[in-house]
């Protein structure tokens, strides 16, 4: 059964820092993963849909690589802003399951 | 561009009511789904559809009840509200009906069952 953790549940950096945001996932056999974006008391707002096949997806000022045979998920953010403050959560999802999502990640950039 | 469409944002229910949380998606996605999203749990999985008349349960189902007559329509029914179904419900979908594909989500639902 896949499991998906994120480290640390919450990070706070000052405004113009590059992050890591790190999420695991225990089933190597991925056909996707996805990472998301939520706002207090909003839906959840895709950010980058990386398939097994690709190491990497770009959008912007965000990087998410993926990296199947240790199991692991990284979300780049660079020169942070403070309206990048969020719970950034990721999904893995292997195919014909459901998504299963990590817990998230509290980001807060300071001004 | 609607999306996903969720209604009621808001709703306060005594213990033993039943109400339907409505869900419409105007992308003609095939899958839809259904999440609560509760303090230290996550994203739980209750229900979802891979399509018009098809419905299968997820990891919390006890206590909901969906139906999908329409591509459209994904509306979840609470049968008797318990105070333990007090959360957020969260309705997705995704274009694959494998459930593969880019999940996109609405606003959500606040429910609390008194």
């Known amino acids: 059964k896949q499991e998906v953790t994120q480290i640390p549940a919450a990070l706070s950096v000052p405004e113009g820092e590059n992050l890591v945001l790190n999420c695991s996932f225990t089933?190597?056999?991925?056909?996707?993963l996805q990472w998301f974006r939520q706002d207090p008391g909003k839906g959840l707002t895709s950010l980058l849909l990386?398939?097994?096949?690709?190491r990497e997806q770009t959008s912007g000022r965000l990087n998410a690589s993926l990296d199947k045979s240790s199991g692991r998920s990284t979300l780049y953010i660079a020169a942070s802003q403070p309206g990048d403050s969020a719970t950034y959560l990721c999904?893995?999802?292997?195919?014909?399951?459901?998504?299963?999502f990590g817990p998230g990640t509290r980001l807060s950039v300071l001004p | 561009n609607a999306g996903v469409t969720q209604t009621p944002k808001f709703q306060v229910l005594k213990t033993g009511q039943s109400m339907t949380l409505q869900c419409a998606q105007d992308?003609?996605?095939?899958?839809m789904s259904w999440y609560r999203q509760d303090p230290g749990m996550g994203l739980r999985l209750i229900h979802y559809?891979?399509?018009?008349?098809?419905?299968d349960q997820g990891e919390v189902p006890n206590g909901y009840n969906v139906s999908r007559s329409t591509t459209e329509d994904f509306p979840l029914r609470l049968l008797s509200a318990a105070p333990s179904q007090t959360s957020v419900y969260f309705c997705?979908?995704?274009?694959?009906?494998?459930?593969?594909?880019?999940?996109?989500f609405g606003e959500g639902s606040r429910l609390t069952v008194l």
């Open positions: 990386i398939q097994s096949s690709q």
């Open positions: 559809s891979v399509g018009a008349g098809i419905t």
């Open positions: 089933d190597s056999a991925i056909y996707n």
């Open positions: 997705a979908s995704s274009f694959a009906a494998s459930g593969s594909g880019e999940l996109f």
């Open positions: 992308m003609n996605h095939e899958y």
């Open positions: 999904a893995a999802n292997n195919y014909g399951q459901n998504f299963v």
